[in-house]
C-alpha cells in the first residue's frame, strides 16, 4: 500500500486529488495538510511514501517544507513531489535543491497523477528533459560550485558516464542503450552513485552533478 501525504491550502485541490487516490487499491491517502507547517508534522506522525506538496502555502511553503523533510534522517523514505500551477518556472530549481523528487502541474490527467505516485514511491524522480533543461538554463547564468569533489572522486568511470547522461534527463533504459550495458547495470551504477554523492534520489543526482561541476551548461546540448 501506498501512503500519500496531501498538502495545499485548496480545499477543493486537496478533496478533487484524495477522491481520485482512493479510488486506488495500492494508494491510501493518510493525512491532508493545509499549510507546510503541518505537511511537516503530519509527514512526521504518518510517514507516508509520497508527500505531494503544493509550493505556495500559508505559515511554511512547500519548498521549506520539503527542504526540512529532506534534511530530517527520520524521514528519510518520505518522497516529495511539489504541487504547481506554474509549471517549469523559477521554483524548479529551488524545490529540487531542497529535496523534492519531482514536479506535478494541478490539471495533470489523473492517469498521469497515479502513475506519478506510483513513481515517487519506488524512489525514482519525476525529472523530465524540460526539468533538466530549466537547470541548465539556470547555470549559464550562474556557474557551478564545486561542493563534492572528494565524493566525485569516489565514482568510477562507468558511474561518472551514468550520472552525466541522468543530467541530461536520460532513463536507466536510454543510458544502459547509450553505454551499451543492460538496464540492470544502468540502474547499479545511478544507485552506487546516488550513494556516494549523498543523493537522496535522482533528482538529487541529478543537482549533486551540476553542482559539483561534473556536468556543464555546455555539456547540454544547448
Known amino acids: 500500500m501506498i501512503r500519500v501525504l496531501l498538502a495545499d491550502d ?17 494508494i491510501e491517502v493518510v493525512a491532508e495538510a493545509s499549510d507546510g507547517k503541518e505537511a511537516l508534522a503530519y509527514a512526521a506522525e504518518h510517514l507516508p511514501d509520497v508527500a505531494l506538496v503544493d509550493i505556495q502555502m500559508p505559515v ?7 527542504r526540512r523533510i529532506a534534511a530530517d534522517p527520520a524521514l528519510a523514505s518520505v518522497h516529495v513531489v511539489m504541487l504547481t500551477n506554474y509549471g517549469m518556472d523559477q521554483y524548479v530549481f529551488d524545490a529540487l535543491r531542497a529535496g523534492a523528487a519531482g514536479f506535478l502541474v494541478k ?4 492517469e498521469d497523477l497515479l502513475h506519478a505516485v506510483r513513481v515517487a514511491a519506488r524512489g525514482d ?9 530549466k537547470l541548465i538554463d539556470r547555470y549559464v547564468t550562474q556557474p557551478p560550485r564545486p561542493q563534492v569533489p572528494d ?14 547522461l541522468a543530467a541530461h534527463g536520460l532513463s536507466n533504459d536510454d543510458i544502459a542503450e547509450r553505454l551499451v550495458i543492460s538496464p540492470s547495470t544502468a540502474k547499479t551504477h545511478i544507485n552506487r552513485a546516488m550513494t556516494k554523492l549523498h543523493a537522496r534520489d535522482r533528482a538529487q543526482l541529478v543537482v549533486a552533478a551540476y553542482e559539483s561541476g561534473l556536468v556543464t551548461p555546455r555539456m547540454g546540448g544547448r
Not at 511554511?60 to 520539503?66: F, L, N, R
Not at 565514482?155 to 552525466?164: G, I, N, Y
Open 10 to 26: 485548496q480545499p477543493l485541490i486537496r478533496s478533487g486529488f484524495r477522491a481520485l487516490l482512493d479510488l486506488e487499491d495500492d
Open 60 to 66: 511554511m511553503d512547500g519548498i521549506e517544507a520539503t
Open 107 to 110: 490539471d495533470i490527467l489523473p
Open 125 to 133: 524522480a519525476l525529472l523530465a528533459p524540460a526539468v533538466t533543461r
Open 151 to 164: 565524493a566525485l572522486a569516489e565514482l568510477t568511470a562507468r558511474e561518472r558516464e551514468a550520472v552525466v
